[in-house]
């Protein structure tokens, strides 16, 4: 294949990385293997990459489905067997085949759309040339009874791996009007849109997704703050998520009242009580977070934080806060922005603060 042979796409500002990849699949007749942990957003992106390109799409769960609704059902016609054409495979142009849930169905309906994913037909049923099929799939540490691909099938895909995107959940929660402290707790605490499964039964199985803290928003709508409990958010996204979260509820904090605390430290006081304190700490270590570079690609003081700041602007005001902080809270100010930024450890600033405190270690 010749260099020029190979189509790529311009990918729009602001636009989902994942769509820029699928594309370059639709326009090369690759067919993409996404894998992701379940409730990351994979179903959501392949919908949203679809809408984006004026592409209808077909959703297919082949964990719901049997061998006979993926192959068509048979008929008998001049005497020799054909199999009808399945009412889900798609007539149109321009379309895109999303088999979702892939590697849970059973071996018989996997056999069934092997043709699907490597011909684009089911028997004599073809997909026009314009159309793409996606698979997405779990993988094997999630727990989630999947079917292992044949080796064969496995090297003719194209495998992707899709992990939660911090910005553009944010985005989609804020045009589905999620209730702000959702959106404010997730951009100070981004470890908390995803935290991996674990072996409890119960409620303590829960485990937070994308897709249990859209269930977290539509139960806080219906109850208001005042009425959401432990048990309550605990059922949706675990034990830890739910207790920081129903903590930054209670301290009642916005952005808006973190970013004032920030650039006037001197309204806290010398001993802001700690919850307070914390969530403070988790504000400023979310702007180190938005600097587009670490100092180790040599742009860091060119980018910005979400409020404009450079990144070492952000480390000056760290060690205007510390003048109004106690020995406490500097030292746990100090060891949460190194844990972020890899400027601050040589920062002159926050080193003579660490010093004044006696852990200059």
């Not at 004026?54 to 297919?60: C, G, P, R, S």
């Not at 008929?75 to 054909?82: L, Q």
């Not at 969530?279 to 860091?300: K, N, P």
């Not at 809270?329 to 603060?353: C, P, T, W, Y």
């Amino acid at each position: 294949m010749q260099q020029d042979d190979f189509q790529a796409s311009s990918p729009e500002p602001n636009e989902d990385p994942l769509f820029e990849i699928l594309e370059r699949a639709r326009l090369n007749g690759f067919t993409p293997m996404l894998w992701g942990p379940p409730g990351v957003g994979k179903t959501q992106r392949v919908k949203a990459f679809a809408k984006s390109r004026n592409l209808h799409v077909t959703t297919l769960a082949v964990s719901q489905i049997d061998a006979v609704d993926a192959r068509g059902l048979p008929s008998i016609f001049n005497g020799r067997t054909i199999y009808n054409r399945p009412s889900w495979l798609p007539r149109e142009e321009n379309c895109v085949v999303f088999l979702d849930e892939f590697t849970n169905g059973s071996p018989p309906v996997m056999r069934a759309t092997y043709e699907l994913v490597l011909e684009h037909r089911i028997g004599d049923h073809v997909l026009h040339p314009s159309c793409m099929v996606i698979c997405a799939g779990n993988r094997p540490e999630d727990r989630a009874a999947i079917q292992p691909l044949p080796l064969p099938l496995t090297n003719r895909l194209w495998q992707i791996d899709v992990a939660p995107e911090l910005s553009l959940w944010i985005s989609y929660a804020e045009s589905r009007q999620f209730p702000r402290v959702i959106v404010d707790f997730i951009t100070l605490y981004p470890e908390f849109l995803y935290t991996k499964p674990n072996a409890n039964a119960g409620a303590d199985s829960a485990f937070a997704t994308p897709r249990s803290w859209e269930s977290v928003a539509t139960l806080l709508s219906c109850v208001g703050n005042d009425r959401l409990d432990f048990e309550q958010v605990r059922g949706f996204i675990g034990s830890k998520a739910a207790r920081e979260f129903l903590s930054f509820i209670r301290i009642g904090q916005s952005l808006a009242d973190l970013k004032a605390q920030f650039e006037d430290p001197a309204s806290m006081g010398a001993a802001p009580p700690w919850e307070e304190f914390q969530h403070l700490v988790g504000y400023i270590c979310s702007e180190l977070r938005e600097v587009h570079h670490h100092a180790s690609h040599g742009t860091a003081r060119k980018s910005t934080s979400s409020s404009g700041l450079a990144h070492n602007e952000v480390l000056d005001m760290v060690v205007a806060l510390t003048k109004h902080l106690d020995q406490d809270r500097i030292e746990f100010l100090i060891r949460e922005v190194i844990q972020v930024s890899d400027l601050a450890r040589d920062h002159r600033g926050l080193r003579n603060a660490l010093q004044s405190t006696g852990e200059a270690n």
